[in-house]
């Protein structure tokens, strides 16, 4: 079993070396504001998420929590991002299963930041699909995607 203090060392030598693929999000329409960037990084224990947004919009006094999610289409073209189809769901699994689903990101005035490490995918399977910001925390239950509303950024892996 790897101590903590060696998976740390591990995750810090790995984000030295340059991401294995990035994507660079945009607002839609009605949040020209919100922009971001996602980088993946190919690690030992899978695949390191990292995600620095800004401009989400305040849903309340408490802050909003967004759904965050890889999506299976390659575009972010069409009324409310609609190229970005579903989920990124290679093996037909249940909602909260899809390999693309990932945790929420939670607003600090604005502005979000999380990294999440996950093995169910790798960055030369997603490289050309989307990334998506939903208006509302997915509730990890509903299917087929986890009721969290309509898209509100996006951006394709590159």
Not at 52 to 70: A, K, M, R, W, Y
Not at 81 to 98: I, L, M, R, S, V
Request: some cysteine.
């Amino acid at each position: 079993m790897v101590s903590l203090r060696e998976f740390q060392m591990d995750i810090l030598e790995e984000l030295e070396n340059m991401p294995s693929a990035v994507a660079m999000l945009r607002g839609s329409a009605v949040y020209p504001d919100l922009k971001g960037t996602v980088w993946l990084f190919q690690m030992n224990g899978g695949v390191m998420v990292i995600a620095d947004i800004s401009g989400l919009p305040e849903q309340n006094t408490c802050g909003g929590v967004f759904g965050f999610h890889i999506h299976e289409g390659t575009g972010c073209g069409g009324d409310d991002f609609a190229e970005t189809k579903g989920h990124y769901n290679p093996k037909n699994c249940e909602h909260p299963y899809h390999a693309g689903d990932l945790p929420p990101l939670f607003s600090n005035n604005g502005s979000a930041y999380m990294a999440v490490l996950t093995d169910r995918f790798m960055p030369e399977d997603v490289i050309g699909r989307t990334v998506v910001i939903h208006l509302h925390p997915d509730d990890f239950m509903t299917q087929p995607a986890g009721n969290s509303g309509m898209k509100i950024a996006c951006g394709v892996i590159r």
